[in-house]
Each structure stands twice: as structure tokens, then as C-alpha cells.
């Protein structure tokens, strides 16, 4: 692909995608976002009053992202407040008991139990192990339909650009 050697474009977001679902994409990389700048380019087509549905829910959030988050959300801050009951609006929070509980504890403002804590650390990394397993099915899914040589292709299309640089 054809950019500056310091500037590495990293396109997440697609129709049905919103700030929910960036939420929890950024919460995912925030070690490795530290000290760094980023760039949105919001279309706002893609956002409503009422945010994402039930089907984008299950569609572009993971248990493991939610998992992730509660691990180390803060129920003293109004952002975790309002995320957890918000999440607990959608069906596919609410089916998954450990989910639902603590959601729930850290809408009141509360910690969540300690049982509770490790039995969600461990469900998360079981989750990470599958989401792994999953994911390099789908990479070798992806080189048999031969989908990276035609995105080498289409960047070639890309303009040029000069190197400079970037700060």
C-alpha cells in the first residue's frame, strides 16, 4: 500500500458500524493508541438518534469486546454508567447471565464481585483463544479465494504519494 513510511492507515468502521462499536474497537487498542494521534473521518449517515439496533448489536459487538471492557470498567466514572445501560438495552447482553450481572452491578455504580470478576477474566480468555482459532480460519478461508492478491492489485490504484514527513 502506498503511504508514508510513519503514517499507516488503519480503516475500521463500515453501514450499520457506530460510535458504540468504535467505543469498544478503541477500548481494545487503548495500550497501543497511548501517546499516539489518530484520525476519524465520520460519515454521519452512518449514525442515528437512537444508535445501533438489535441485529448490528449482535453483528459488530462481541461478547469478548464486552468482556474486555467490563474487566476494566470503573463503575465510579458516568461513562461506565451510562455504557453498561445502554448495553443492557440489547437483548444479546441480557441472554448471557455473567454479562447481564455485571452490567447491572456497574449501572448502579457498583463494583462487580469479585467471583464474578474472575469467572469474566476467565470466559475472556477463553474467548480469545476461540476468536484466535477463528480468525486463522478465516485468513487461510481468505488466501484460498485469493482475496490479498487482488487488494495488492487494487492499491495499486492508490495515488502517489511523496514521502514526508509526519508529526
Known amino acids: ?3 508514508p513510511d510513519k503514517y499507516v492507515p488503519y480503516l475500521i468502521g463500515m453501514p450499520g458500524t457506530s460510535s458504540l462499536t468504535h467505543y469498544f474497537y478503541l477500548n481494545s487498542v487503548s495500550n497501543e493508541l497511548k501517546n499516539r494521534k489518530i484520525v ?28 474486555a471492557w467490563m474487566k476494566s470498567a470503573n463503575p465510579n466514572t458516568m461513562e461506565t454508567r451510562v455504557m453498561a ?4 438495552e440489547f437483548k444479546g447482553a441480557e441472554d448471557d447471565a ?15 464481585n469479585p467471583l464474578s470478576h474472575l469467572l469474566i477474566d476467565a470466559t475472556y480468555q477463553i474467548w480469545k483463544k476461540e476468536d484466535t482459532l477463528f480468525s486463522g ?7 484460498n479465494i485469493n482475496v490479498l492478491p487482488k487488494m495488492e492489485k487494487t492499491s495499486q490504484s492508490l495515488p502517489k504519494i511523496k514521502k514526508r514527513e509526519y508529526t
Open 85 to 88: 445501560q445502554r448495553l443492557l
Open 137 to 143: 480460519i478465516s485468513t487461510i478461508r481468505n488466501k
Open 1 to 3: 500500500m502506498r503511504y
Open 40 to 67: 476519524f473521518i465520520i460519515s454521519p449517515q452512518w449514525f442515528t438518534q437512537r444508535g445501533i439496533n438489535e441485529s448490528a448489536f449482535e453483528q459488530f459487538i462481541s461478547k469478548g469486546e464486552i468482556y
Open 98 to 112: 455473567l454479562i447481564a450481572n455485571g452490567l447491572r452491578a456497574l449501572a448502579d455504580g457498583k463494583k462487580i
